[in-house]
């Protein structure tokens, strides 16, 4: 089994900045890729950054450039900096794991992030 464990959320002011993490523990040998998502209140989940073990990232389209997903391989961590953050950032951010071979995904219990004046 693998537990995740993530930061807390927080209410940020429009244009604010907050970063999450998500350490990994566990049943880990290898992990093929670590990522946030997120779900706004009667949307679906949706994928905001992940990153694979290679380094190679990817990005929703709506925060490209404010957001940066980054990882400490040897503390199986993730991390999510938020900046220029929108009302529309609002949402519980969700980090996710894919582990090696079985490409089984794991799930945090989701962090609240308001972006709110």
């Known amino acids: 089994q693998v537990q995740l464990v993530e930061s807390e959320g927080g209410l940020v002011q429009p244009g604010g900045s907050l970063r999450l993490s998500c350490a990994a523990s566990?049943?880990?040998?290898?992990?093929?890729?670590m990522g946030w998502y997120r779900q706004a209140p009667g949307m679906q989940r949706e994928l905001v950054a992940r990153i694979t073990s290679s380094g190679s990232t990817k990005y929703a389209d709506s925060v490209r450039g404010r957001f940066t997903i980054s990882k400490d391989n040897a503390k199986n961590t993730v991390y999510l900096q938020m900046n220029s953050l929108k009302p529309e950032d609002t949402a519980v951010y969700y980090c996710?794991?894919?582990?090696?071979?079985?490409?089984?995904?794991?799930w945090g219990q989701g962090t609240q992030v308001t972006v709110s004046s």
């Open positions: 996710n794991v894919v582990v090696s071979g079985t490409r089984a995904n794991y």
């Open positions: 566990g049943s880990i040998f290898s992990i093929y890729a």
